[in-house]
């Protein structure tokens, strides 16, 4: 078997020291540069890396990516704040580099991308869908990159059936009691000490209520989305975004 070899950008991040961990238990993959905030990730490519994991903040990620890029070093990213800019930058960087693959993912838990599919499938039937992710208070980010992905999602679905805006008869709200507007979507968000990272889909209709819940109650949950991405990575050029185009869903 060859071995692969593989850096983590945010290495001592919460993230970032569990794929350490995960890359240096993994059959087939070796671990050569864990880098934090000073290193240089224009350097990389002198540890002979083949694919760099990016956990670290949303202000820095897209040029840890262009500088993998540039280096014909394919990346698995699951940082969030990426624009459709900041994508379409990528896009650009890798016509110049048509052999790297770049992957964008806001959540490789499995069961959370299945969530995100199972709600994008159901929204069309539902007059109205709101989400509501909970997290860790020492999250910098508000709504979570899941959360808006899976706005986005059901906001195209419901577009796609012709369906209009949801009922609400709010004419008066304190600041944030209806959350976030993510293209039509509500979207609220709960920071509390001991949780790790949660989602709720709350889609309804007169007289019933459909509730998909999906619960990472510890970090190793997202690694074997991560390790799937590290090992697919290579043979899938160009730009990617969502580990579920990975995962042959249909
Ligand atoms: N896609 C997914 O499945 C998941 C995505 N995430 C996302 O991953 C990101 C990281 O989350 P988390 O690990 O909890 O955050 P942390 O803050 O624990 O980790 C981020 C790490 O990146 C470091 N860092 C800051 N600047 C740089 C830089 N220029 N180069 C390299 N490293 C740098 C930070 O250092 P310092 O502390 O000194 O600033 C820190 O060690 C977030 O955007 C989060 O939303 C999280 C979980 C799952
Ligand atoms: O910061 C986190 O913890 C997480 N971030 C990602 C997000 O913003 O969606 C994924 C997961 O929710 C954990």
């Not at 993959?29 to 002979?48: F, H, K, P, S, Y």
């Not at 280096?71 to 790297?100: F, S, Y």
């Not at 690694?223 to 160009?238: K, N, Q, S």
């Amino acid at each position: 078997m060859t071995t692969l070899r593989v850096a983590v950008l945010g290495a001592a991040g919460r993230m970032g020291r569990t794929v350490v961990e995960a890359v240096q238990d993994a059959p087939g993959l070796e671990l050569v540069a864990a880098l934090d905030r000073d290193d240089d990730v224009a350097a990389l490519a002198d540890t002979g890396a083949q694919v760099a994991v990016d956990f670290t903040v949303p202000s820095v990620t897209e040029a840890n990516v262009t500088a993998l890029i540039r280096q014909g070093i394919h990346a698995v990213v699951g940082t969030t704040g990426w624009t459709d800019e900041a994508l379409d930058r990528l896009r650009t960087e890798l016509a110049a580099q048509p052999q790297v693959g770049v992957l964008i993912a806001p959540n490789f838990a499995l069961g959370a991308v299945l969530a995100m599919r199972f709600a994008a499938m159901a929204a069309r039937w539902f007059e109205s869908a709101e989400v509501v992710e909970l997290h860790h208070p020492d999250k910098a980010d508000a709504p979570s990159g899941t959360a808006r992905h899976t706005a986005e999602a059901i906001a195209r679905a419901r577009s796609q059936a012709g369906l209009g805006p949801m009922p609400d008869a709010t004419t008066s709200a304190a600041d944030g009691a209806r959350g976030a507007d993510v293209d039509g979507v509500r979207v609220h968000a709960v920071r509390l000490r001991g949780l790790t990272a949660h989602e709720e889909i709350l889609l309804g209709n007169p007289g019933e209520q459909l509730t998909i819940r999906h619960d990472s109650f510890d970090r190793v949950s997202f690694m074997p989305g991560v390790l799937h991405a590290v090992r697919a990575i290579g043979d899938r050029p160009g730009l990617t975004v969502g580990l579920d185009q990975l995962l042959d869903l249909g």
